[in-house]
T-cell receptor, first 113, second 111 residues
């Protein structure tokens, strides 16, 4: 069974601070996605990483896929209140014969003005 | 395009009642999914479909049923509601292997 863990579970920081959240597994994934979910809404895709060691930037957000494709990190520079939300990672497995992603439990981020 | 539309947004059921959660997408996606989200537990896959007429169980299918008679619609049926099914339900769609698009969810309480 492929599992994804995320850390920390909760994070509360002041506006302007930097932060990193992590997504880890003992399994290899063919690709990994990061989503942000705001209260009362569904998750919205931020990025997909596919290649081991890949780094993608989305404005102040930097995403990295581990070399072994078992882990990923999301770094936010100069966090803003609009970054508040639940950050979910989701891995597309190499062991399944169909397109099914496995979601981590999420990191709940609160950015205080 | 409306994307993925779920109805209703909120619902309260009594134990033993039945209901259908509706999901429709207008992106001509072949893959559709149903998830439930419980606090601190992430999203758990209930059922998914790779195309009209084809459905399969996910991680937590017990107590639920689905059908996929058209590409656009993927309803989720609860036959005998139980308190353990209190959750937020999300429908999603994708072009298989591509990122998933989610609806805004149905918040279901069973009392």
């Amino acid at each position: 069974t492929q599992l994804l863990e995320q850390s920390p579970q909760f994070l509360s920081i002041q506006e302007g601070e930097n932060l990193t959240v992590y997504c880890n597994s003992s399994s290899v994934f063919s690709s990994l996605q990061w989503y942000r979910q705001e209260p009362g809404e569904g998750p919205v895709l931020l990025v997909t990483v596919v290649t081991g060691g890949e780094v993608k930037k989305l404005k102040r957000l930097t995403f990295q896929f581990g070399d072994a494709r078992k882990d990923s990190s999301l770094h936010i520079t100069a966090a803003q209140p609009g970054d508040t939300g639940l950050y979910l990672c989701a891995g597309e497995g190499v062991e399944t014969s169909y397109d099914k992603v496995i979601f981590g439990p999420g990191t709940s981020l609160s950015v205080i003005p | 395009n409306a994307g993925v539309t779920q109805t209703p947004k909120f619902r309260i059921l009594k134990i033993g009642q039945s209901m259908t959660l509706q999901c429709t997408q207008d992106m001509n996606h072949n893959y559709m999914y149903w998830y439930r989200q419980d606090p601190g537990m992430g999203l758990k896959l209930i059922y998914y479909s790779v195309g009209a007429g084809i459905t399969d169980k996910g991680e937590v299918p017990n107590g639920y049923n689905v059908s996929r008679s058209t590409t656009e619609d993927f309803p989720l049926r609860l036959e005998l509601a139980a308190p353990s099914q209190t959750s937020v339900y999300f429908c999603a769609s994708s072009h298989g292997g591509q990122p998933q698009h989610f609806g805004d969810g149905t918040r279901l309480s069973i009392l």
